[in-house]
């Protein structure tokens, strides 16, 4: 064949080859070579790619012919980029990435990002990258995405050191030549429960006792550097208080006054937390539970001592209605109207539990008959005669 026809399409750029070099690009059009050796070969590129990948790409990019027609974007070590089109982001570009794309490509550019120092991304930027899930490149981590809530702050490191603390927010950094991690605390109130210790007193009474408190961090910078759990920690801390307090105690001084556990424990520990970046309040005893046993042996002491109480207070009011009646009969004694007013009420509840009365020899009768006060009168004999 001497002459070869080709038609190139809108979406495609041709490689004419001759004898397996390269000659040109075809733009789109129609085209005729003579080719009386049969030496001319191509290739179709469809520019619709964003990206042109090809075999032999580094060489192509020697060729005047190709080079023209393309854009190359070479990233340093120390950057980042970001392939944009039609103003939205379309590719994350790690460091030393090479981009090569179509020059009549329309509406696309790349943003290039330094990496020297770490700084925030703009929360615009942030928000496009995770719509459009452009957090990773090549299967890498590109960006570092961190939400702080209300009432919390983080500890951000960069390649295991403390690089800043973070305030409640939003945030975002490049994640390549760094390891990044965020260590999150809240700053809320906490509670700690210590259940279910088993303790022996001082008299060596086994008892369970449960435990509360409530906490909150301060420093969080402080806490960091000494303690991975702080709520673990604390927990062992309270335990060793509680269980030294209750063991120099006995039994009785625990019931007796429970405060004085409860003030101990935070005694003990307040000072320690203070020292680690924490407040500690309110901690309390919740419990204390004995067992069966001594359940029933402190059943049966409560209920002597409340029967002895009883008795005690029978004895006293016994003792005041006695006096009470003696000093009664001293008034009587000495004051006769007094004591005809007493007959008479004495008279009155007789009277009230009969239901027919007669009266004989008048009232004085019945006084005399009914209600005697006093010794009886002694009937006097008759001497006898003879």
């Known amino acids: 064949m001497l002459i070869k026809k080709m038609q190139v399409a809108d979406e495609e750029r041709v490689l004419l ?40 790409l580094d060489v192509l990019l020697t060729k005047p012919a190709f080079r023209e027609l393309v854009d190359v974007h070479q990233l340093a070590a120390d950057e980042a980029g970001l392939l944009w089109l039609d103003n939205q982001p379309h590719l994350l570009l790690e460091p030393l990435r090479r981009l090569v794309t179509w020059k009549s490509t329309p509406h696309l550019r790349v943003e290039i990002f330094p990496l020297q120092q770490l700084l925030p991304l703009s929360n615009n930027l942030l928000s496009a990258l995770m719509r459009r899930n452009l957090l990773r ?7 570092f995405q961190l939400t702080v809530a209300e009432q919390s702050v983080a500890l951000l490191y960069e390649n295991g050191t403390l690089l800043q603390t ?12 760094r390891e990044l991690s965020a260590q999150v605390y809240d700053l809320k109130w906490q509670a700690l429960d210590v259940s279910g210790q088993e303790i022996l007193t001082k008299d ?17 910078v402080l806490l960091a550097e000494q303690v991975k759990t702080p709520a673990d920690h604390l927990y062992r801390r309270l335990q060793l208080a509680l269980r030294e307090t209750v063991g120099t105690r006995t039994l009785d001084a ?13 005694k003990a520990v307040r000072g320690y937390a203070e020292s680690l970046g924490l407040q500690l309040e309110q901690v309390g005893i919740k419990d204390i539970i004995l067992p069966g046993e001594m359940k029933d ?14 008795n005690l207070i029978k004895r006293r009011e016994e003792t005041a209605a006695t006096r009470s009646l003696h000093n009664t009969a001293k008034m009587l004694e000495n004051n006769p109207v007094l004591l005809r007013l007493k007959e008479l009420e004495a008279l009155e509840r007789v009277a009230e539990r009969i239901n027919h009365l007669n009266v004989y020899g008048g009232l004085d009768q019945v006084m005399n008959g009914l ?14 005669k003879g």
């Open 297 to 310: 042996i402190l059943n049966q002491v409560v209920q002597a001592e409340k029967a002895a109480e009883a």
């Open 371 to 384: 209600v005697t006060l006093g010794p009886s009168p002694v009937t006097p004999t008759r001497p006898n």
């Open 254 to 266: 625990l019931l007796a006054d429970k405060d004085a556990i409860t003030k101990a424990v935070d």
């Open 137 to 143: 490149a090549n299967g890498h981590t590109g960006v």
């Open 204 to 220: 060596r009474v086994s008892l369970r006792i449960n435990l509360t408190a409530a906490y909150r961090i301060t420093d969080p």
């Open 17 to 56: 080859y001759r004898q397996r070099q390269l000659q040109q690009v075809l733009q789109p059009g129609s085209y005729r070579f003579y080719d009386l050796r049969n030496e001319l070969t191509s290739e179709v590129l469809n520019i619709n790619s964003i990206e042109i990948k090809h075999d032999n």
């Open 166 to 177: 973070l305030q409640p927010g939003r945030y975002g950094y490049w994640a390549f030549n």
